[in-house]
């Protein structure tokens, strides 16, 4: 058989459309190019200002002395309600606005057309997601529900109070990262802002080469002192061509692995789902491949987490979210469940049912109503990737068949980024 033929030899049946939403994702930031620098302004001032939502934290106490920062009066417009309101928001719904800010991988459930030739990967640290801002002299990491992590010096663009790090209050930085608590160091994945500039419409190429250079140039990647109390260090990222796939896999990292991340090159840093950033693992790179319940067991059932609408619908936390199921009034009554409710579901025998690459039903059994300390339903992706864990994971091999062999490649060459 020749070469050409064997390119793919494991290709699995779609079962999603998360091929076709990549492309439209694609399409529409190339047609939209929205005021990104407004968006990195207006975030900024509200996880500055954003209250501390875990109160049994301790706050970390700075080498330097650090005031309250003072947060630049928004100016006038529509958007800018989103600011004074996000301010004042508590539990659930700070939560959900914080989440909406960082952009969120889907699970990856079909494997990306052209992976070796439009995608970087990279071994994903263990720890707490997080935004990492600097600004008026100050440094604040929040987590995704919007509580502070820490409040500290740095050594990014007017990250502590020094005549070196003194700027303009037009100069901010916002990092995503990761914080690994085992040696205390902020793994950066992302970069949104620099010194006052937006990168929300860059694409992933330029934001990983841009990253790379300004943060070493920075200081911030040196070991912790007087004005720089957290270390930050970079990702090795690669071409996800066969090596850098094996390398990102395989190789030593000085963090704990949780999975793999794929980037799209093209992709802008869109905040929310995107299908064009993805995370995939197995037992090989990840301790926690199949969820747990709240003792650390694995359930003997594969649980999901919806929202209860209106209409009885149970949907994920997608935008547009999909249907899984539906509720009638009379259970909805008897149960004392409520529209905007999260609920809580087994996964029967009967499973999930695809045909043409779609869900046609799902086999569901009613456990009951979440914690309301929990924000989101689960989204499309993780539920159908962890169904597929249980049943018929896509395995470690199909990426590589999806590539070829290392002979078919063009080059055998490992490239990172930066």
Same mark, same amino acid.
């Given at each position: /058989? ?83 309101? =996000? ?6 719904? =700070? ?12 699970? /990856? ?74 040696? @205390? ?111 650390? @067991? ?78 989101? =339903? ?41």
């Amino acid at each position: /058989m020749a070469p050409h033929d064997t390119r793919r030899p494991f290709k699995r049946a779609a079962i999603s459309d998360q091929q076709k939403r990549r492309e439209l994702s694609l399409q529409r930031q190339a047609q939209n190019r929205t005021e990104a620098q407004l968006q990195a302004r207006r975030l900024a001032s509200s996880i500055l200002s954003f209250p501390t939502q875990n109160p049994d934290s301790q706050p970390f106490e700075s080498i330097v002395e650090e005031p309250e920062p003072i947060v630049e009066e928004p100016e006038t417009g529509a958007g800018d309600i989103d600011i004074r309101q =996000a301010a004042k928001l508590k539990g659930s719904e =700070a939560r959900r606005w914080f989440a909406s800010q960082l952009m969120l991988p889907e699970w /990856m459930i079909d494997i990306p057309d052209r992976l070796s030739e439009d995608w970087y990967v990279f071994a994903r640290p263990s720890g707490k997601r997080c935004f990492v801002v600097s600004s008026n002299g100050t440094t604040v990491s929040r987590l995704r529900n919007g509580s502070q992590l820490h409040r500290f010096p740095s050594a990014l663009p007017n990250g502590s109070k020094t005549k070196e790090g003194s700027r303009s209050a037009q100069s901010y930085c916002i990092l995503d990262c990761i914080f690994h608590e085992l040696d @205390q160091i902020y793994y950066v994945i992302d970069m949104v802002c620099w010194a006052g500039i937006s990168f929300y419409e860059c694409t992933a190429e330029f934001r990983f080469f841009w990253m790379n250079s300004k943060l070493v140039e920075s200081g911030a990647c040196e070991a912790p002192s007087t004005y720089h109390r957290y270390r930050f260090s970079l990702i090795p990222v690669y071409n996800c061509d066969y090596e850098g796939l094996q390398t990102a896999y395989t190789g030593a990292v000085p963090y704990v692995k949780d999975g793999l991340l794929f980037y799209n090159k093209h992709a802008h840093y869109q905040t929310g789902n995107t299908p064009l950033v993805l995370v995939w693992k197995d037992e090989t790179c990840s301790r926690y491949v199949i969820d747990t319940d709240n003792k650390g @067991q694995v359930p003997n059932q594969q649980q999901v987490v919806l929202e209860l609408q209106d209409n009885g619908q149970l949907v994920t936390s997608d935008d547009p979210p999909v249907v899984l199921g539906c509720l009638n009034a009379t259970f909805i009554q008897e149960t004392g469940l409520h529209s905007g409710n999260l609920v809580r579901f087994a996964v029967n025998d009967g499973g999930l049912t695809f045909v043409d690459g779609k869900l046609e039903k799902a086999d569901l059994h009613y456990v009951g109503k979440v914690h309301r300390a929990r924000a989101f =339903a689960d989204s499309y992706s993780k539920i159908v990737f962890q169904y597929m864990v249980r049943h018929s994971p896509l395995q470690i091999e199909h990426l590589y068949a999806s590539m070829g062999t290392p002979s078919e490649l063009e080059s055998n060459e490992v490239e990172m980024v930066g």
